[in-house]
């Protein structure tokens, strides 16, 4: 039998996890986002650059009403948010191919609290924003293609983040 919300015995539970979005804009983008942001107790998101729209309806359908009861922040310039955070003990990671990245599977905490970073659709994490991360995890790929959908990347990346958090 399929277990409905009522029904299922998950536990409710917040990582020490902030969520970067350097201007991401696709309204779908953004609402699965928020649904990954509640399904893996992130603390919050932090929106750069372009902000999101919230009325819109497809990020509102896609985001099931997450949209509503995660905890977010719009800096159009999230410098000093960013500054912050690192002096306060996040260590910032990002989710992206470098030439010094590392694969996500292997992914071990440096820091108990986690600024963890994505990028736009189309050109990634801007070189200012890359220049500030502590580290870098990539998603291995095995096909032709060598980037993904920034919402897929980033439910993988929460789930192994949260898999070593809960260890």
């Keep these: 039998m399929q277990l409905t919300h ?14 970067l979005l350097d201007n991401i804009t696709s309204e779908a983008n953004i609402g699965s986002i928020f649904r990954l942001a509640d399904a893996f107790g992130v603390e ?12 819109s ?9 997450t ?4 905890d977010f922040q719009v800096y159009e310039d999230a410098t000093q948010v960013i500054n912050d955070l690192k002096s306060s003990g996040y260590k910032m990671t990002a989710v992206e191919i470098t030439s010094e990245s590392k694969p996500i599977s292997d992914f071990h905490l440096e820091a108990k609290k986690i600024l963890l970073v994505a990028g736009n659709e189309r050109h990634g ?6 220049k500030s991360c502590d580290n870098a995890y ?8 060598s980037s993904m959908n920034v919402a897929q990347s980033l439910g993988i990346a929460l789930y192994e983040i949260t898999k070593v958090l809960r260890s």
Excluded at 67 to 70: G, L
Aim: cysteine-free; hydrophobic content about 35%; aromatic content about 8%.
């Design 6 to 19: 009522d029904n299922t015995n998950f536990e409710n539970r917040q990582f020490p996890v902030i969520l």
């Design 57 to 65: 309806n497809r990020l509102k359908r896609t985001a099931r009403n």
């Design 138 to 145: 990539h998603i291995e790929m095995f096909g032709k293609n």
């Design 67 to 70: 949209h509503t009861t995660v």
């Design 44 to 55: 919050k998101l932090i929106f750069h650059g372009t902000p999101p729209n919230l009325n």
């Design 125 to 130: 994490i801007s070189e200012e924003i890359l």
